[in-house]
């Protein structure tokens, strides 16, 4: 039997439909548009592809999307004060620095200048802590967050169910994992150092990989009646192809669902990312 794909263009569309009106509505109402603020630093070609992609969904639902620019010798201080003053201006709603810098800059540092309020990312530490306590105030990372929205569209409830997550890095694997704890799931987290992770994928009901290799994931990981999650993104510098993690070709025909790639994970983040700032401009997500 066919699998059910989970379609993050469909379900961002979906769910973006109801933001643009509660975006319209208050804007009517004579409230200001929610704003996000990007801060790039220097000239990543797949950092600019981002932010265009960011910014072209935000305006669609209303959102003012500030994209600021800064050369890549800017010192740190630079940067710092940059933060600070979008900290303090009342008009921007959630704060990005879009990664990855220029390797003299302190990534930790310039993240934890973020507010936490605004840091629509969740990578401050308060916002980490948020979530490893089970806070619901806390800001989660917009891929993780994508994940579960994902899975709750297609009435996937990850309650009491095991899923192992592949990959432990702070952005996306470790994240994704508290969060699926938060939901009640029983959760496995795998990474280079797992000897046979088959038998933690076989065993799990929903497999999640963010490790950035093509064909990681093999009809030899899976059995009938998963559900797969495809994080990873690889670029073929040849032919220029977005690839994930997962053989989708061979393991679709096996399995119950599976996000593909394109157009699984990646839409559901960049949508992810606004609800994270329209929750921080309706003032959903309280100071921690
Ligand atoms: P990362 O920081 O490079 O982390 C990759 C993780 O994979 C690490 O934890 C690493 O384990 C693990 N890993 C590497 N080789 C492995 C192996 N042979 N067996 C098991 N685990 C292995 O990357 P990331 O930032 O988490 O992103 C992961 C992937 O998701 C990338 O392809 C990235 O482009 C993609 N991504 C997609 C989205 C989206 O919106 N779709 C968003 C963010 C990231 P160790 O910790 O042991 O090294």
Redesign the pocket.
Known sequence: MAPLILDGKKTQRDISEGMRHFVNDHVKKGFVNPCLAIVQVGDDKASDSYIRNKKKFGESIGVQVLHIHLPKDISEAEVLTEIKSLNTDESVHGIILQLPLPRDLNKELLIEAIHHSKDVDGLTSKNVKGLWVGSDKSLVPA?SR?ILTLLKHYNIDVRGKKVVV????A???KPTAMLMLKENATVSI?????PN?ETYTLDADIIIS????PR?ITSYHVRPGQIVID????IDTMDKVCKG?VDFAEVAPIVKAISPVPGG??P??VLSLFQNLLDVYTKKVIQL
Do not use: Y
Request: net charge neutral; hydrophobic share 40%.
């Open positions: 891929t994508g592949i990959g432990r890095s952005l996306v694997g795998c990474h280079s150092e797992t992770i963010a490790v950035g290799r990681f994080v990873g993104i690889t993690d994970v990646g559901m983040t």
